[in-house]
């Protein structure tokens, strides 16, 4: 196994490589990812504290409680929820492969993966990550949907309020999630 290789065994006798182009690309990854990795931490960063410092004003003041800003608060939570998992994935995760129980680093620098596959806490975490995800780009559409039936459809909206769009954008991803976490628990290493 040269240098760059990425080796994980799902099940004993089989084995998924995934080679990393060698040379000078190789030295083009490695030299620039741990500066693409602090860029994105940083931006993550001053978007949390942004996001809220603005959660705390629109909450703590009475003259903003709206629907609308309901719904802008759910979105920046949404948002909140993205970045902090991201962290702690960054934080937890070796490589962004697998937590440290759940692989082996090699003197070579290849990364093995254990042979009883990952444990039960590192695909909880990956799952709550993709949730995260998900809840983000449902509360993009939420938003979305909101100010499209506001514009088209004043009286609706004004009658039915926000629950509606708050249950779809915390609750719509599970109806993607969970049959890909039944199938991912399932069928983990046969497809």
Known sequence: MGRGMLVHRTKPGRIIMACLPGGQSFVLITE??????????IGYGISLCSLVVAVIIMVCCRRLHSKSNTMHINLFLA?????LMS???ESLFIHGLGLQKDIIKEENGDIT?????????????????IYGMSVNCMWIFMEALYLHML???????ERNGVKMYMV????????????WIIVRATLEDEL
């Open 168 to 179: 779809l954008g915390w609750f719509g991803p599970l109806l993607f999630i969970i049959p």
């Open 151 to 157: 514009v088209y459809r004043t009286l609706w909206t």
């Open 113 to 129: 993966f254990i042979d009883e596959g990952m444990h039960w806490e590192c695909k909880l975490l990956y799952c709550i990550f």
């Open 87 to 89: 962290f702690i994935k």
């Open 79 to 83: 948002f909140i929820m993205r970045a």
């Open 32 to 41: 620039h990812l741990p500066k693409i990795k602090l860029m994105y931490n």
